[in-house]
Each structure stands twice: as structure tokens, then as C-alpha cells.
T-cell receptor, first 108, second 116 residues
């Protein structure tokens, strides 16, 4: 199973920042943290990844704690289209092991 | 923007029949994958493929399953004798070679397989 722990669901008001936490206390030094999301029954969509440093792209920001045991995905201005299941994945291998993720509800 | 495509979007078949699910990965990608998602459950890894051979496969990927890259663009998943429990959404994914297998995977829209 995935070596991460996420809350099963979260709510966020439209236009506000959505902060999705993830615990990965057993992460190894060479393992990256990836975030994907799945909107309804569509294919999973890559969001962002990082190793040690905080990362930002056009979709989101990823904040990784100094000890690398947890991280937070930040969607800066959530819209209704961000309603999805968000997966935090620790990945040293070819395959992605998906957990149950966090179901994010964006409230109008 | 390049994307992974899959055909058909929905396939209905009878138990015991063979099905082939087709995928066209992003053109310069080198690593290819199949995943499945049974309705209401997690996305599960099936197989990865690199350099014209299987790199890794899960316990789900038994002798009834096979993959092939018949030409430079297509990547197929064959189920030889379908069972009711094969009913699921099947996703193809691909990764570019610049970061090796740790590159981000791009997923297709999926094929919904219904076995009756």
C-alpha cells in the first residue's frame, strides 16, 4: 500500500486557498513526493512533485517539511473545477501506488 | 498540448471473449503503463513496459493479460478470456525519458470495459 496518510475529505470555499495535507513519515531519502488528482471518472492528472525543496507550478504549490515527513499541496485560488480526489504518492518505483486520497469539495 | 488517447471509450463484451484495449501514448515517451479502476475502488497498477518488454507487473496481471507495442505509436492491452470481475475502467499512461521512470505519468481518459 501507499506509504502516505491523507484525510478522507475536505471542504474549501471557492476562491480560497485549498491546503491538502499528507503524512509520509517513513519516506526514504531518494523518494519523491508526487501529487495527482482524479476528477470524477477521468484519468488521473499529474499536479506537481518534489524531493526536498518547495515547488510551484501553474497549478499548485508543494510545501515539504524540513524532515520530509509531511507535505502540503496548496491550490491558491480554488474553483469548482478543482473538485476531485487528490492523491499524495511517495514513489521510488516505476509504478504509482494510489491510496484512497482526499476528496476535495469546493463550495460555491 | 500532447495527450494520451485511448480507444474505445466504452467496450461491452461477453464473458470468455477476448478484448483488446488500445492506447496511443505521447509520441516521444519511453515508458508505458496500464492501470485499472473498478467502480468505487482505488486505481490499481497492472503493468509497466519499457524498451519493448515488461518492466514490472502486478499480481493482477496474470496469464490472461498481455501487452504489446505493435508499432511506433500504439500500446495495447489484451485480455484473452474476460471474466465478470474484469469489468473496470482501464487507464493507459506514459512517461517521457528525460527523468527516467520517475518522470510524471500522463494518463489517458480511460476505456470502460463492461463484461456481461
Amino acid at each position: 500500500d501507499a506509504k502516505t496518510t491523507q484525510p478522507p475529505s475536505m471542504d474549501c470555499a471557492e476562491g480560497r486557498a485549498a491546503n491538502l495535507p499528507c503524512n509520509h513519515s517513513t519516506i526514504s531519502g531518494n523518494e519523491y513526493v508526487y501529487w495527482y488528482r482524479q476528477i470524477h471518472s477521468q484519468g488521473p492528472q499529474y499536479i506537481i512533485h518534489g524531493l526536498k525543496n518547495n515547488e510551484t507550478n501553474e497549478m499548485a504549490s508543494l510545501i515539504i517539511t524540513e524532515d520530509r515527513k509531511s507535505s502540503t499541496l496548496i491550490l491558491p485560488h480554488a474553483t469548482l473545477r478543482d473538485t476531485a480526489v487528490y492523491y499524495c504518492i511517495v514513489r521510488p518505483h516505476l509504478k504509482i501506488i494510489f491510496g484512497k486520497g482526499t476528496r476535495l469539495h469546493i463550495l460555491p | 498540448e500532447p495527450e494520451v488517447t485511448q480507444t474505445p471509450s466504452h467496450q461491452v463484451t461477453q464473458m470468455g471473449q477476448e478484448v483488446i484495449l488500445r492506447c496511443v501514448p505521447i509520441s516521444n515517451h519511453l515508458y508505458f503503463y496500464w492501470y485499472r479502476q473498478i467502480l468505487g475502488q482505488k486505481v490499481e497498477f497492472l503493468v509497466s513496459f519499457y524498451n519493448n518488454e515488461i518492466s514490472e507487473k502486478s499480481e493482477i496481471f496474470d496469464d490472461q493479460f498481455s501487452v504489446e507495442r505493435p508499432d511506433g505509436s500504439n500500446f495495447t492491452l489484451k485480455i484473452r478470456s474476460t471474466k465478470l470481475e474484469d469489468s473496470a475502467m482501464y487507464f493507459c499512461a506514459s512517461t517521457g525519458g528525460d527523468r527516467g521512470f520517475l518522470g510524471e505519468q500522463y494518463f489517458g481518459p480511460g476505456t470502460r470495459l463492461t463484461v456481461t
